[in-house]
């Protein structure tokens, strides 16, 4: 039989959805091959925050990271070396987006003896980039914020009521924006000798370069989101969330308990697509049909 590839949201890692993925049958699952987690770098990112908090860093060490080496198959390359394959090396749909296989082993040997102590000097040496991390989430929920004003002042200016004056889809709005976004999106965070012509060669097959191009219509959904939704509570975590579901584009499953904007934006991004979102207790109750 196929395999069945998933994604999984670090929230199916808290500790009441946990035990029941631990003590399910989805290792001897991913062992067989039936299932094919997607661990991506937004995941392990997330998960090794945990190990900056005593209290959940017994969990992650002892439990977590265990569980994560025993149904790994294969670990995702970043984004970033992902589109320099597709765009700059011009691979396009034949990148591949998995880890090296000596640098896959290496790390998982490591996750397997990382100090529940708080002493791993690889964490302490990270500290640098999670602050940086965390200064670009403070900022996108600031462009939020600014993106949610100007609409509420361009609606009053000029009276505009969504139910008298009707709301652009989102495909509509994606397609106007989309060349125009990601070539300045290249120019500002892909490394390359000719970004401009680079920009051209995805402006002409867009769909050829599908991680660099799904990352363009995931900023642009957000800044849709943002104003269209203009009361909700801004999700700092938009991004990642977004980053996360990325790798649906070779899964079929994604594992979350969110109830708010990730199940949102699955709901108008890919489950069109026919992805399927399942919570914890769903997803188990799915392996045990398998």
């Not at 091959?33 to 992650?60: D, Q, S």
């Not at 025993?70 to 691979?91: K, M, P, Q, S, Y």
């Not at 991004?269 to 398998?290: A, C, I, M, N």
């Amino acid at each position: 039989m196929a395999a069945t590839r998933v994604v999984f949201d670090t929230n199916a890692f808290h500790r009441d959805t946990f035990d029941m993925l631990d003590t399910s049958p989805i290792r001897q699952l991913c062992r067989s091959g039936r299932i094919v987690p997607l661990y991506g770098h937004v995941f392990l990112e997330e998960m090794f925050r945990a190990y900056g908090n005593e209290a959940k860093r017994p969990v992650l060490v002892n439990r977590w990271l265990p569980f994560l080496a025993d149904t790994a198959h294969r670990l995702c390359n970043d984004f970033l070396t992902i589109w320099h394959h597709e765009l700059v090396r011009g691979l396009g749909r034949k990148t591949c987006i998995f880890m090296p296989t000596r640098d896959q082993l290496k790390l998982l040997g490591r996750l397997r003896a990382i100090p529940a102590d708080g002493s791993w000097r690889a964490w302490k040496s990270a500290q640098a980039e999670i602050a940086a991390e965390n200064t670009k989430r403070a900022a996108q929920r600031d462009v939020s914020k600014s993106i949610r004003v100007e609409v509420a002042d361009w609606r009053k200016a000029v009276n505009y009521h969504p139910k008298r004056h009707g709301v652009t889809h989102f495909r509509e709005f994606s397609s106007a924006e989309l060349d125009r976004s990601g070539r300045e999106f290249i120019t500002a965070l892909v490394t390359a000798y000719n970004p401009r012509e680079v920009a051209n060669r995805w402006s002409r097959a867009k769909q050829q370069y599908p991680y660099f191009t799904n990352f363009v219509v995931n900023m642009l959904y957000m800044t849709y989101h943002a104003a269209l939704h203009n009361n909700d509570r801004i999700d700092e975590n938009a991004q990642a969330d977004h980053d996360l579901m990325t790798h649906l584009l070779h899964a079929d499953i994604l594992v979350s308990n969110e109830t708010r904007y990730m199940r949102r934006a699955f709901t108008d991004l890919w489950k069109p697509r026919g992805k399927v979102l399942l919570t914890s207790e769903q997803f188990v109750d799915f392996l045990g049909k398998l």
